[in-house]
């Protein structure tokens, strides 16, 4: 793209969006003009934003031949989607940041982007302003990649920091998060790990060239976490953290989950808080990287979008490269025993996991817990089971 | 550059160079062949590797049609900058790890590669397998910089590592780290934070805009750090860390300085240990940024190398955007003045750095320190004088 000026169209209007606008504001440089910006609700936004032209069709931007490249700013994934494809199929290249769409429907539009020739760019949607998929993309696509591990959810992380950092309680500090604003309008998105499973599928795509659908992951979150969680963690000096994790495993498989893990004193996630996200990546090669930033917030992930527009002015797309690769891709697998942590209430509990090995056990007249070995396809087919029964789970490494 | 195959023609065989091989017969998907490697000694390479092509003539690699790249691995600064300048004259694209040839001839090199339409990359130079002078390029581009701090190098961090946390004498960190093969042939270049400085002088022209001259910064290293100084910092709950730092002062100016720091506990660098790099980039609207990863070691800077490599098949080039922004650029100041821990023997050593003030102040028969508000320009005027009387200085920011 030789233009000048870069005139965007751009939908949805909140945190990210108005985010962007201001960040423009401030970098006449980048000189990237919002044309047109497409929402919803016309009348909550025209007076904030006078000096922009609102619209509530998106055929506005999208047959506008003055429009050079659109950004997908909104919550609604199935509204995205058709945004996005709509964009791709007109040839206008797309920044979007809606990870749920992405991780339903990567597959597609990866083919898309490519027939058509234009570029779909997306490095805001996981970990905000930390750059980890164009890293994956292009600094480490010749390593062999061993695991992609991190806090991917600043809102949760958010909530568990002032547990374990300022000894809150669990129902302060989602009060407090709920209070910042920093909680989706549907919480269980943070919490249960729905947003982190989102950013690890799309990850898994740039690290290891794999696809994996979102509902064949386990993904497990901090919903049910209570005291006696906290206070174990404590007592073994650990902090919990929920985390994704996409790990090459013997015999070319991989696999992905999302859980709370136990996480001692001496790993880089450890020290990571309040709403950043960090990311451990590890090669056979460069060893191990350690990226951290801001995970959540309009000005850090308008940033990342405005990355992207930059990108695209200098032709830059994903490459996929390891999805095209010559060497057999890894299979997913959820067939891997760990050392977890396991929290109920009852022996009837414990049985339902079907532990294979016991290693500690504790019981009192308000709960028990197991430290145990488990398979991790048997957590994914009763996790209902699990969120039913209230049940508490983490992944419990040993140091 | 649209070939398959990519021949190289690999200057240098020492621990990196050796590594690239390796990592290229582990990564046959990358296409890069070492078609001729030059060396000053034939005999000390070719049984090692029988079968690499070896030769001592530069000109077999600048005049052989047949190469596509150049890969400058020498530790000669002088003979790298000939083969550097020599091979973007016959548009043969560079790829060099040479921090000091580049510290000191950026400017030139610059203009040159734009001249020849030719890319010169060097990633690899600065921190190691840390994509840090790549994403300052591209992803944080458009952000209005503030600060660029960090440990910019592995062998002293490893010294100081094993001093605050394995408790070692600075005399047996010090052994270790040479025994090691951590230190190069002359250790003063890590230890008294040239190899910083010129990392440094690097980084601030991708996130600034600005080259600024070696020798026009202060710098400031380890090799006199004692152990009353190790008793200062523990006492205080902190960490001695040598950091390079560039940061923006109000009126526009831009401070450079390479020296130790006493870290506390919540800062991200203060977990940074052993031979890793760490760096903290803070923006206007990302807000922080942390990076860590090995930054020294045949393998994790190879693999660097290769990154280079591979961006340069896609035709990729730094593109020196803040050096031509629009706006003034900052300009160079040693002209701040900072809270720093001053170690000495006698009050004339402390009268030398003309403190503005002085915060606190203790002596002994043996030592004497002050915690005190110096210059930075007044220690670049005395650095000569603060080595001579083997005083020891490290900054120390209020928390």
Known sequence: MSKKTINIGLFGFGVVGRGLSELLQRVPEADVRIAKVCVRNMARHQGEAPSLHFTTDPKEILDDPDIDLVVELIDDAEAAYHIVKGSLERCLPVVTGNKRMLAHHLPELIELQKEMKTALLYDASACGSIPVIRNLEEYYDNDLQISVKGILNG?????LSKIFNDHMSHADALRLARELGFLESDP???????????KLVILAVHAFGVYVEPERLFNFGITHMNDDDIRFANEKDRRIKLLGLAEKLPDNRLTLSVMPHLVSRNKYIYSCE???NGVVIKGRFYGKQFLVGRG???HPTSSAVLSDISAIRYDYFYRYKRMHSETPLPRFSNDISF????RFTSDDDLQLLQPEAIYERYSSETH?????RINLQRLHDVRAELIERRMFIAAYPPD
């Open 155 to 159: 809102s949760s992380n958010f909530i």
């Open 188 to 198: 269980t998105l943070d919490l249960d790990g729905w947003d982190s499973l989102f």
């Open 274 to 276: 309040d709403e950043f």
């Open 296 to 298: 959540a917030g309009g």
């Open 339 to 342: 050392r977890a942590y396991l």
């Open 368 to 372: 028990q817990y197991a430290v145990a």
